[in-house]
């Protein structure tokens, strides 16, 4: 029904610096309590890499601290994640995820929950 689409992925040399995006239906986006950034690369699991909930509280990982930066622009309906000094470890594709509505309510209020999924973009980190 409902799904976020990224883009702004690519192939770049380590040390550089790409920024990836995420837009959302803007009735949604609007109404979204969290927005996540998760990233998988072959021969490991799914990880969350960052988010940011509605009232700019931010989170990363601790292997991302200091390089990635989320933000959201309510105007554009969209999160993005900046990510600088690159390394080849950084390799991966990036999803991002939305939560609203009962995903937002009770004890998943300040949990990391998503209901919405976007299909991915694929960064790529050459030495």
């Known amino acids: 029904q409902v799904q976020p689409a990224e883009s702004g992925g690519g192939s770049v040399q380590a040390g550089g610096s790409l920024n990836v995006s995420c837009t959302l239906s803007?009735?949604?986006?609007?109404?979204?309590?969290?927005m996540g950034w998760y990233r998988q690369s072959p021969g490991k699991e799914r990880e969350l890499v960052s988010r940011?909930?509605?009232?700019?509280?931010?989170n990363y990982a601790d292997s991302v601290k200091g390089r990635f930066t989320i933000s959201r622009d309510n105007a554009k309906n969209t999160a993005y994640l900046l990510m600088n000094s690159l390394q080849t470890d950084d390799t991966a594709v990036y999803s991002c995820a939305a939560a609203w509505g009962s995903y937002c309510t009770g004890s998943r209020r300040t949990s990391d929950e998503y209901n919405y999924w976007g299909r991915g973009t694929r960064v790529t980190v050459s030495s």
């Open positions: 940011i909930s509605s009232d700019g509280t931010t």
């Open positions: 803007g009735n949604i986006f609007r109404s979204t309590c969290r």
